[in-house]
């Protein structure tokens, strides 16, 4: 994978985004310690980093796809969601998975991180705008 700017963007955009939102997640709602926040939130990095412009690519065929010629406002959330969920819980469950979780704890799992995908969705594809806007230095649209 070349490393240009669209690839520093997409990537300085997913790590930011989940550090902050996942931290808010670990210690506010699960009760994890500052210190297993910061753990978990470095052990994610390898992944973000290896994903971020994938998910990028991924989010921009989307959206073109359900926008096509008209973009709107409505259309653009739906994609950013509809992205933002089907690219992360896979990868969620996958992780779950490999660290030996059980049937029933993926399955809990898995429904509360649908829910937080589905929240954070749009936010995440704003955010990655704005991130491309600013390091790309021209309005960002989806390719």
């Known amino acids: 994978m070349k490393l240009n700017r669209s690839w520093i963007a997409d990537t300085v955009a997913l790590i930011s985004f989940t550090v902050v939102t996942g931290m808010f997640i670990e210690i506010a709602i699960v009760g994890m310690t500052l210190?297993?926040?910061i753990i978990s939130r470095l052990m994610c990095q390898p992944l973000n980093i290896?994903?971020?412009?994938?998910?990028g690519l991924y989010r921009d065929k989307i959206i073109n796809k359900i926008c096509g010629?008209?973009?709107?406002?409505?259309?653009?959330?739906l994609g950013d969601i509809l992205s933002y969920l089907s690219f992360q819980l896979p990868l969620y469950i996958g992780i779950l998975i490999a660290v030996g979780m059980d049937m029933q704890?993926?399955?809990?799992?898995?429904?509360?991180?649908?829910?937080?995908l589905v929240i954070l969705g749009a936010p995440y594809g704003r955010w990655l705008g704005f991130v491309r806007s600013m390091i790309l230095?021209?309005?960002?649209?989806p390719a």
């Open 105 to 116: 704890g993926i399955i809990k799992a898995s429904v509360t991180q649908t829910l937080a």
């Open 50 to 55: 290896s994903l971020g412009r994938v998910y």
């Open 69 to 77: 010629e008209k973009r709107t406002f409505l259309k653009e959330t």
């Open 35 to 37: 210190r297993q926040s």
């Open 137 to 141: 230095n021209k309005n960002m649209t």
